[in-house]
Structures are given as C-alpha cells and as structure tokens.
C-alpha cells in the first residue's frame, strides 16, 4: 500500500515539473537576418507566425502574430546608427526614446500615467510601458505595450498590440525580449 503511494506521489511530482513547461514554452530561437548587423535571435513561440513588416527608412520590421486569431500582433525594428554613434545603442539612449514615446501616446490613453518599467535581459537592457486606447476603432486593438531594449549594437523598437489585457502575446514579448541577443557569424 505504501509503495502504491509512494508511486503516486512520485507520478504527480513529475507532472508538477513538467506541465508547467508545456504552458510557458518559449519555443525555438529563431535567427531573423539584419542587414549588415548579423542576425537577432529571439525566442518565441513555435506557434507565432513570423512575417516581415513594412520597413522603417532602411530599418527591417519583424511581425509576430498568432498562427490562429488575431489575438495580439507584435513589430519589433532593430534600429542602428546609421552615423556609428556609440551613445546610440545605451540603455540612456532606450530610456530617452521611451520616455518621448509614453509623452506621445498617453494623451490617446486610459491612463493619466503609466510607469516605465525596466527590462533587464541577459544581454542586454531596456524599458517599456503599458498604455489602453481611450478610443479604438473598429477592429483596432485596445492595448499596447512599447518597449525599447539595447542587444548589441542594435535598439530594439518593440510594439505589441493586443486585445486582451493579460494577453500571452505580451508576457511571451517580454520573455523574448529579456533573451534577446545579436550574433556576427
């Protein structure tokens, strides 16, 4: 009888260890090509669909979307001095952008303030904020999230939009975003 339990016990600490991996998998990394910049590596998803927005002056945009919905869509830029500025890719540099970014959009929004939080990755730093649309437009997602993080010699431009204020689509964003990295090879 003892031995019944014992099994049991050891049955649901496995389960215990392993579910939760299952519901926060981040995925493979994926290896996004920049152009004279090496690739940005980010783990996301296996499930999110990856596109190529409409770039930004010469700046590639990288979109992230559910393979199913339209739950949430995410458009990351890796911007650079173009002028080989080595102030450019600072964590003040993410701070500045970001403040004057949260300066621009919190008069469209819910919130009188909104605090900007620190991003902390493995190789590298940054901020973000967390703002709702005062006034959506049909089919316009009510949340957003923009960040700006420091990999390497790139600025990392972050927005995510979502529908749902707990969206997967953020807390998954923020992870790839802290693991982010930039490799020459």
């Not at 995510?160 to 090879?185: D, W």
Request: with cysteine; charged share 25%; aromatic share 10%.
């Amino acid at each position: 009888m003892n031995t019944k339990k014992i099994a049991i016990a050891i049955l649901l600490l496995c389960l215990c260890l392993v579910l939760p991996s299952f519901a926060a998998e981040p995925g493979q990394p994926r290896s996004i090509p920049i152009p004279q910049h090496g690739k940005l590596i980010l783990s996301v998803p296996d499930t999110w669909k990856q596109s190529a927005g409409k770039p930004v002056d010469i700046f590639p945009t990288i979109v992230f979307r559910p393979d199913k919905g339209d739950d949430f869509e995410v458009y990351i830029t890796p911007l650079w001095s173009v002028k080989k500025d080595p102030a450019f890719n600072k964590p003040e540099t993410a701070r500045s952008m970001i403040e004057s970014d949260l300066k621009n959009m919190l008069p469209q929004a819910v919130e009188k303030k909104a605090k900007i939080e620190k991003i902390k990755g493995v190789y590298g730093e940054g901020y973000y904020f967390f703002l709702t649309d005062k006034a959506p437009g049909p089919g316009e997602y009510p949340y957003a999230v923009r960040a700006e993080i420091v990999v390497g010699d790139l600025l990392l431009s972050v927005t995510a939009l979502t529908r749902s204020k707990n969206s997967k689509g953020i807390t998954f964003t923020i992870k790839a975003l802290q693991g982010a990295r930039q490799t020459y090879e």
